[in-house]
């Protein structure tokens, strides 16, 4: 690849929700190519942690290496943020040599420079490049380095790793994938299997309330899967007449109907090559869903009022806020189509569920992007507006939060997220509900509800707080102080 083409293109990634670490990763490739390196990679400063954490992965399975800022070249450069152009790392008192003896690499020669978007902007992380492979590094290499640092610092500005405070070092850790924000316990479980998932093409069934956010996650395992060059194509199946999903889904031919004047592809077409989303399949009605599991089982169908029978390469991914167990029970579902969707089942929680801390990062992160889009000062949430969303029960979830943001930011001129900003909070479970086992009742006081749910979970787990409060995603704090209110 030749310097002048390696303009790290990420821009077509930033509006998508891409593994965070394949975006890191990808430019880590294309860099090393670039300037003839034997290796590469990308640190990032925690601002959280105050280390540098080369993975943004938050699973267990997939470990972060971290180091502290006092260590090492890359420490050295994220500190100072001055680039370093060294030919021999052995003789250089700055050079960490641990890494080489637990990998058994020899590291000769280094080019370490700063990620961020110009020089007067704090350092977000760095580049590391070793062992050039034509001899040292030189002066050209360290300039175009720091130029591909700072076009790498403005994307990261664009993604969920942007900087929590501007002003101060380091980026925000959210998640692993790009536009999907959260790090409860809840929500590691979900990105395990969002990841796992995204290697095969089974088919994957979404499960949770309305407004969790069940179609990013279809996106995120379609663009992190092998077929991302192909089309995502999105079926809402609560918006299609009964006497048009046929023809939707599966295309129709010349004359198939009155006003079938041409033959139009259905979306099974469409996705070819792709992934085909149908978002609340069960609203499909009973008699598309024998020709949808016909699809599923065989890739086979023939369009409305045409003989010839097709077949389409897609992967399906399907989501619903039904219990469709219990549709099957009422008869309203088919049993062998239910089985055939679930081969893998995502469940996502209720934002109730991903705990009071989860509420304000995903505030803040909603802020920031609403005073970005409408021009704005950086948004500052006030200690009484984040004592309602904290607060609040969240019968929308994600969604409702969003919305209640946006609003907040387009009435607050000059940045300050005030109370009395955000719509009035009753504070009461709206619609009756059944969580772990305990039913409760519509207009129940959200205290009330909060206390027989904690309490159900302590039961559960033998009265050990600890495992309740991570099963909750919650603090064992407030675990004592939801019982103390009895």
């Known amino acids: 690849m030749s310097r002048l083409s390696l303009l790290v293109d990420l821009s077509s990634l930033l509006a998508r929700e891409v593994d965070l670490d394949a975006l890191l990763?990808?430019?880590?490739?294309?860099?090393?190519?670039?300037?003839?390196?034997?290796?590469?990679?990308?640190?990032?400063?925690?601002?959280?942690?105050?280390?540098?954490?080369?993975?943004?992965?938050?699973?267990?399975?997939?470990?972060?290496?971290?180091?502290?800022?006092?260590?090492?070249?890359?420490?050295?450069?994220?500190?100072?943020?001055?680039?370093?152009?060294?030919?021999?790392?052995?003789?250089?008192?700055?050079?960490?040599?641990?890494?080489?003896?637990?990998?058994?690499?020899?590291t000769r020669s280094m080019l370490v420079v700063p990620i961020r978007e110009n020089e007067r902007e704090p350092v977000r992380g760095v580049v590391q490049l070793l062992n050039k492979t034509s001899g040292p590094f030189d002066t050209e290499d360290e300039r175009f380095l720091s130029a591909l640092a700072g076009q790498l610092g403005r994307a990261i500005g664009m993604t969920t790793l942007r900087a929590e405070v501007a002003s101060e070092p380091g980026v925000t850790l959210r998640g692993p994938f790009n536009r999907i924000v959260g790090r409860s316990p809840a929500m590691?479980?979900?990105?395990?299997?969002?990841?796992?998932?995204?290697?095969?093409?089974?088919?994957?069934?979404?499960?949770?309330?309305?407004?969790?956010?069940?179609?990013?996650?279809?996106?995120?395992?379609?663009?992190?899967?092998?077929?991302?060059?192909?089309?995502?194509?999105?079926?809402?199946?609560?918006?299609?007449?009964?006497?048009?999903?046929?023809?939707?889904?599966?295309?129709?031919?010349?004359?198939?109907?009155?006003?079938?004047?041409?033959?139009?592809?259905?979306?099974?077409?469409?996705?070819?090559?792709?992934?085909?989303?149908?978002?609340?399949?069960?609203?499909?009605?009973?008699?598309?869903?024998?020709?949808?599991?016909?699809?599923?089982?065989?890739?086979?169908?023939?369009?409305?009022?045409?003989?010839?029978?097709?077949?389409?390469?897609?992967?399906?991914?399907?989501?619903?806020?039904?219990?469709?167990?219990?549709?099957v029970k009422e008869g309203a579902f088919r049993e062998d189509l239910y089985y055939r969707v679930r081969v893998v089942e995502i469940e996502v929680p209720p934002l109730r569920e991903r705990g009071s801390d989860e509420i304000e990062i995903l505030a803040r992160h909603f802020a920031e992007r609403y005073s970005e889009r409408y021009g704005r000062p950086m948004p500052v949430l006030a200690a009484a507006a984040l004592s309602k969303l904290r607060n609040h029960s969240w019968p929308g979830n994600v969604r409702e939060l969003e919305h209640w943001v946006e609003s907040a930011v387009v009435l607050s001129p000059d940045g300050i997220i005030a109370d009395e900003l955000l719509p009035a909070s009753s504070r009461r479970v709206h619609g009756a509900a059944n969580v772990d086992g305990v039913f409760i009742p519509d207009g129940t006081p959200f205290d009330v509800a909060s206390r027989h749910i904690v309490e159900r979970a302590v039961q559960v787990c033998d009265g050990n707080k600890t495992e309740a409060a991570r099963r909750l995603g919650i603090g064992r704090n407030t675990i004592g102080r939801v019982l103390k209110k009895k």
């Not at 260590?71 to 790392?89: E, P």
Request: charged share 30%; net charge negative; aromatic share 6%.
């Open 25 to 106: 990763a990808s430019a880590c490739e294309r860099m090393a190519e670039a300037l003839g390196a034997d290796r590469a990679s990308i640190w990032l400063i925690d601002a959280d942690g105050g280390e540098l954490v080369t993975r943004v992965a938050v699973l267990p399975e997939l470990q972060e290496l971290r180091q502290p800022l006092s260590r090492g070249m890359a420490g050295y450069v994220a500190r100072t943020g001055q680039a370093v152009r060294v030919d021999d790392a052995a003789s250089d008192d700055r050079f960490d040599p641990s890494a080489d003896k637990a990998t058994g690499y020899t």
């Open 188 to 327: 590691k479980k979900v990105y395990e299997r969002i990841f796992l998932s995204a290697q095969t093409d089974a088919t994957v069934l979404l499960s949770g309330e309305t407004g969790t956010g069940k179609g990013l996650l279809a996106r995120a395992i379609h663009v992190n899967s092998e077929r991302q060059a192909g089309p995502f194509v999105v079926v809402d199946c609560t918006t299609l007449p009964r006497e048009l999903v046929e023809s939707e889904l599966f295309g129709h031919e010349r004359g198939a109907f009155t006003g079938a004047d041409r033959r139009v592809r259905g979306k099974v077409e469409m996705a070819e090559g792709g992934t085909l989303f149908l978002d609340e399949m069960g609203e499909l009605p009973a008699e598309m869903q024998g020709k949808l599991l016909r699809f599923l089982q065989e890739r086979a169908f023939e369009r409305v009022g045409g003989r010839e029978t097709l077949s389409s390469d897609v992967r399906i991914l399907c989501a619903t806020h039904r219990n469709l167990k219990q549709l």
